[in-house]
């Protein structure tokens, strides 16, 4: 239930970022909606007051006001906030922000794919990655990486029901099922 509320959430606000006029890079929203989540995550007592009933919406509201109001929010995404807050669905925000890149994604042709790499990858390498699974699927990839020691060497990449598996252990595994034919 509190994903298809989430979701309905972040589908308006996409719906204003996308039209036509707005001016507002869905990147920019993203990023000024994560680093209020991260902002709400670090700081017991901001979540204190705006997770508590017995703060008056107004007041809640002040708050926010200064916070953004230091990191040069847009009036966009503070009215958004503000309405999230009002409709006490801010413990939400995270989930809503997901789905919001989901749904930006989506609309803009953007496929997710998960990298997993036996270490950590630098920025080359993760640009290297995200240009070739382009190439490989001829569509916009956006990777999220993560490591896995088990692979031993080399990267794996799940872009929906698909598996590209360059590591060690695949090849090892590949090696495995044609020495045993």
Known sequence: MAQVVASRYAKALADLVVRSGSGLDPAI???????FSETLKSSA??????????VATVRKREV????????????????????????????????IVEAF???????????????????????????????ELERLTGQKVRCEFATD??????????IGSRVYDGSVRGELSALRRRLVQ
């Open 29 to 35: 929203v993203s990023a000024q909606l994560r680093t």
């Open 45 to 54: 007592d901001l979540r204190g007051i705006l997770l508590s009933p017995a």
């Open 64 to 95: 926010v006001s200064r916070i953004l109001s230091e990191e040069r929010v847009s009036e966009l995404v503070q009215n958004f906030l503000f309405v999230i807050i009002g409709r006490r669905r801010i413990s939400m925000l995270d989930a």
């Open 101 to 131: 890149q989901d749904t930006i994604d989506e609309r803009m042709g953007v496929v997710k794919a998960a990298v997993s790499s036996a270490r950590p990858l630098d920025d080359k390498q993760k640009s290297a990655v995200a240009e």
């Open 149 to 158: 020691p088990a692979l031993v060497g080399g990267v794996t990449a799940k």
